[in-house]
Nanobody, 121 residues
Framework: QVQLVESGGGLVQAGGSLRLSCAAS????????MAWFRQGPGKEREFVAA????????RYGDSVKGRFTISRDNAKNTVYLQMNSLKPEDTAVYYC??????????????WGQGTQVTVSS
């Protein structure tokens, strides 16, 4: 079983940038598809981005394409989400998730506690 801890959230002005990190313990991240989801106030949970085991394949939600980048460092057991050109509608709790299945069939069994991102206008 893998444990996930997110960090890097905070308050930023619109147009700014933040980088979120997700550190894993318990198992090596190398064997997991990793993803970021978010849930804004009064909204349903939304898929943000996912990255394959090796980092060679990634996917993004339509609302973040071209602005966010997911990456991973398996040696550090850490996944990152670089968020640029932030908008107030990006305000949400961001969650890291992991799944041992390939990115095409991942269902995300493991979740972190989340980190708050607030974008002011």
């Amino acid at each position: 079983q893998v444990q996930l801890v997110e960090s890097g959230g905070g308050l930023v002005q619109a147009g700014g940038s933040l980088r979120l990190s997700c550190a894993a313990s318990g198992r090596t991240l190398r064997a997991y598809t990793m993803a970021w989801f978010r849930q804004g106030p009064g909204k349903e949970r939304e898929f943000v981005a996912a990255i394959s085991w090796t980092g060679s394949n990634s996917r993004y939600g339509d609302s973040v394409k071209g602005r966010f980048t997911i990456s991973r460092d398996n040696a550090k057991n850490t996944v990152y989400l670089q968020m640029n050109s932030l908008k107030p509608e990006d305000t949400a709790v961001y969650y890291c998730a992991a799944d041992p299945r390939p990115i095409e069939t991942a269902f995300y069994d493991y979740w972190g506690q989340g980190t708050q991102v607030t974008v002011s206008s």
